[in-house]
Structure formats: structure tokens, C-alpha cells
């Protein structure tokens, strides 16, 4: 059952800017961990970033580091993923996906609650 709602995915030139957002109606995002995964058709669902509960503190995949920025806004409910020099490499399916041990050391397949993803699309 999905309990998260991605947006802002798109198709964007190398170099580009997407800010992608995650929210839902069902429950506080304060109160869970929020980790962004991607995945690319034929590879496995990668880790790009993860914001904790409560604490806000943030870690990032190695290959979007510098680059990547994810954040929360509680007033709406929403945690964002701001990405910034996008390449062809960053092409893939976004999810979110909360935790409610709020960690961030918690196993991808632990999460408690998915979203459906949102397509990015980097290509000139």
C-alpha cells in the first residue's frame, strides 16, 4: 500500500536542477527517518540520501555528495531532494521511503512505508 507521494521529476539537460518532493497525508514525516533511493533499469536500488528524525541530520551516497541536499519542511509535511549538476548517470527511478527507528542506519528493506517513485530523466 503506498503511503508516500513523490514529485517533481522530469526530464532535464546535463547540468540541470530538479528539486524532488515527498509527502503524505497519513502520518507526521517529522517523526520517521526520510531516505531517498534510486533506481536505474538494470541495476539495484541505490541509497542517495537520508534525513533523520527529529535531529535533521543528513548523510548522502558517495556518488551524489557535493551535489545532492535534502531537507524538510514540517509546516507541509514534505521533504525535499534538491539536485543540482545533474548527469546522465543520475537517471533513474526516485523513491522515498520512511523509517521509524529514524536512524538512518536502517536496512533499505526495513523502511516501514514507500512511495510509488518519480521518473528523472538526464539527457541533452
Known amino acids: 500500500q503506498v503511503q508516500l507521494v513523490e514529485s517533481g521529476g522530469g526530464l532535464v539537460q546535463p547540468g540541470g536542477s530538479l528539486r524532488l518532493s515527498c509527502t503524505t497525508s497519513r502520518f507526521t514525516l517529522d517523526d520517521y527517518a526520510i531516505g531517498w533511493f534510486r533506481q536505474a533499469p538494470g541495476k539495484e536500488r541505490e541509497a542517495v540520501s537520508c534525513i533523520k528524525r527529529k535531529d535533521n541530520s543528513t548523510s548522502y551516497g558517495d556518488s551524489v555528495k557535493g551535489r545532492f541536499t535534502t531537507s524538510r519542511d514540517n509546516a507541509k509535511n514534505t521533504v525535499y531532494l534538491q539536485m543540482n549538476s545533474l548527469t546522465p548517470e543520475d537517471t533513474a527511478l526516485y523513491h522515498c521511503?520512511?523509517?521509524?527507528?529514524?536512524?538512518?542506519?536502517?536496512?533499505?528493506?526495513?523502511?516501514?512505508?514507500w512511495g510509488q517513485g518519480t521518473q528523472v530523466t538526464v539527457s541533452s
Open positions: 521511503a520512511a523509517d521509524a527507528v529514524g536512524s538512518c542506519l536502517t536496512d533499505i528493506f526495513d523502511y516501514d512505508y
